[in-house]
C-alpha cells in the first residue's frame, strides 16, 4: 500500500512568488494534516481536514496560505505570495477515521523562499 | 497550551550500546498520548512508539522502549543495541485525548534531537 506522498519535493522560489503543494494521504485516510518545521525548530501544526472540511485551521499562519482539499482526497497548500520566512519543510500527514489513530507522514516539501 | 521539550539538539552512540532521548512536557489534561517519531536522512518520518497517558506500563517495541513517568511528565526514549540505521533525528510529541464531535488531533513536536551512529 502507498505512504502518503508530496509533490513537489524541493521548491526554490523568490519572495513574492506563489508556490502549491500537493498531498495525497493513504487511501481510506479521512483525516489530513499539514504541519511545518521552520529550520531548527519545532514541528508545528498548520490545519486539519476531514474529509473535504476543514476541521481545525488554528495554525495557519496568515491568509496568505490557502488550504484546499475538494472532494476528500488529495490536499493542496498555496503560499500567494511566498516571504522569506515561509521557508521551511511542510509535511503533511494522514489518518484512520477513527480518533485514536497514528498519524502517517509524507517524506515532506523543502520550500527555499529567496 | 500543551508544550513539548527536548533538551538534547544532538547525541551520539556507539553502535550495539544503548543510548537515551530525553523528553519532557508540560500539560493540565489527565489523560493524552505522546509518541516518538524517527526521520531517517532525507527520507520520511515514521512512527517509533506510542504511549497512551492512562496505561501505566512503558510502551516496548523490539529495542525501543519508553520511561514514561506521568506525575514528571517525562516521556524518555531507550534505544538498545544500537544499530546504524537507527542514525536519524527523533522527535517526540504530544496529542491530547480525541472527543466525539471531532476536536481536533493535532501533534505538538518538540524541536527534535539529531541521533548520530557511531560504528
Known amino acids: 500500500e502507498a505512504g502518503v506522498t508530496q509533490f513537489p519535493s524541493h521548491s526554490v522560489i523568490e519572495k513574492g512568488q506563489t508556490v502549491t503543494l500537493r498531498c495525497d494521504p493513504i487511501?481510506?485516510?479521512?483525516?489530513l494534516y499539514w504541519y511545518r518545521r521552520v529550520m531548527g525548530k519545532e514541528i508545528k501544526f498548520l490545519l486539519h481536514f476531514v474529509k473535504e472540511s476543514k476541521q481545525d485551521e488554528s495554525g495557519m499562519p496568515n491568509n496568505r496560505f490557502l488550504a484546499e482539499r475538494t472532494g476528500g482526497t488529495y490536499s493542496t497548500l498555496k503560499v500567494q505570495p511566498a516571504e522569506l520566512e515561509d521557508s521551511g519543510v511542510y509535511f503533511c500527514?494522514?489518518?484512520?477515521?477513527?480518533?485514536?489513530?497514528?498519524?502517517?507522514f509524507g517524506p515532506g516539501t523543502r520550500l527555499l523562499v529567496l | 497550551a500543551q508544550t513539548v521539550t527536548q533538551s538534547q539538539p544532538e547525541m551520539s552512540v556507539q553502535e550495539a550500546e544503548t543510548v537515551t532521548l530525553s523528553c519532557t512536557y508540560d500539560?493540565?489534561?489527565?489523560?493524552?498520548?505522546l509518541f516518538w517519531y524517527k526521520q531517517p536522512p532525507s527520507r520520511q518520518m515514521i512512527l517509533v512508539i506510542r504511549q497512551e497517558a492512562y496505561k501505566q506500563q512503558n510502551a516496548t517495541e523490539n529495542r525501543f522502549s519508553v520511561n514514561f513517568q506521568k506525575a514528571a511528565k517525562s516521556f524518555s526514549l531507550k534505544i538498545s543495541d544500537s544499530q546504524l540505521g537507527d542514525a536519524a533525528m527523533y522527535f517526540c510529541a504530544y496529542r491530547s485525548p480525541p472527543f466525539y464531535g471531532g476536536a481536533t488531533n493535532k501533534l505538538i513536536f518538540g524541536t527534535g534531537t539529531l541521533l548520530a551512529v557511531q560504528p
Open positions: 500527514a494522514s489518518s484512520l477515521p477513527q480518533n485514536k489513530e497514528t498519524q502517517y
Open positions: 487511501s481510506g485516510h479521512d483525516n
Open positions: 500539560t493540565s489534561e489527565s489523560d493524552y498520548y
